[in-house]
């Protein structure tokens, strides 16, 4: 009888997760973006997605990962894993995003073998992995908006091995923020050369999928 409750228990938790973790009002179009997203990461080579994944007290809604990710940089090219991570927030503040970009970043580490760098070395490939942590919120206030898109991640957080991506997608405007640009003369020797082809990366796989007419 006691395993039969603690089954129950358990089978409730799965139920009730997703549920708990519905804090964006407007399902229809946050069910729309990440079915449209997934499914191009499935084009991209995407074979492991998961769903309502915990990792600490974060919740991800989907957690997606492409293996041996390359990006172009001249003559050489890096090679790794990208990993995407899906999480809805009720509101954003760039502290709030700063924390789950982090939390992340974290998780992702625990997921990629170090002889994936030993790999990437082998091909001539510079060993990199991605992490976009992209947050889903209905709505986005101007100050967050502009803050994004001139705040290097590097300033906070800088790992030889790992580039740190975050990403909002604001429900309301069906719009991504993200770092887009340098805000001053130094940022343009902050990582520029990876983050010029980080960009097209993020519209390429990341934007909404346009309604059909």
Not at 41 to 46: N, S, T, V
Not at 108 to 113: H, L, P
Not at 165 to 182: K, R
């Amino acid at each position: 009888m006691i395993q039969a409750i603690r089954a129950d228990q358990a089978e409730s938790s799965k139920v009730n997760a997703p549920r708990l973790q519905e804090l964006c009002r407007d399902r229809q179009t946050l069910d729309h973006y990440l079915d449209g997203t997934l499914n191009r990461l499935k084009q991209q080579g995407c074979l492991d997605i998961q769903q309502n994944v915990m990792s600490g007290s974060q919740f991800f809604n989907y957690v997606a990962r492409i293996s041996d990710f390359e990006l172009p940089f001249g003559p050489l090219s890096t090679r790794g894993d990208a990993i995407f991570l899906f999480s809805e927030f009720a509101s954003l503040t760039m502290p709030i995003l700063q924390q789950f970009s982090g939390e992340c970043l974290q998780w992702a580490r625990g997921q990629v073998k170090p002889k994936a760098a030993g790999q990437a070395f082998y091909n001539f490939r510079v060993p990199t992995h991605l992490c976009f942590a992209i947050a889903l919120v209905d709505q986005l206030d101007a100050e967050t908006k502009a803050t994004i898109q001139k705040a290097n991640p590097i300033d906070r957080r800088v790992d030889m091995l790992w580039y740190e991506v975050p990403v909002i997608f604001g429900l309301s405007d069906n719009q991504l923020y993200y770092y887009s640009e340098p805000a001053n003369f130094f940022d343009h020797f902050k990582g520029e050369i990876a983050w010029k082809q980080i960009r097209p990366v993020i519209q390429q796989l990341l934007s909404p999928v346009p309604d059909q007419p």
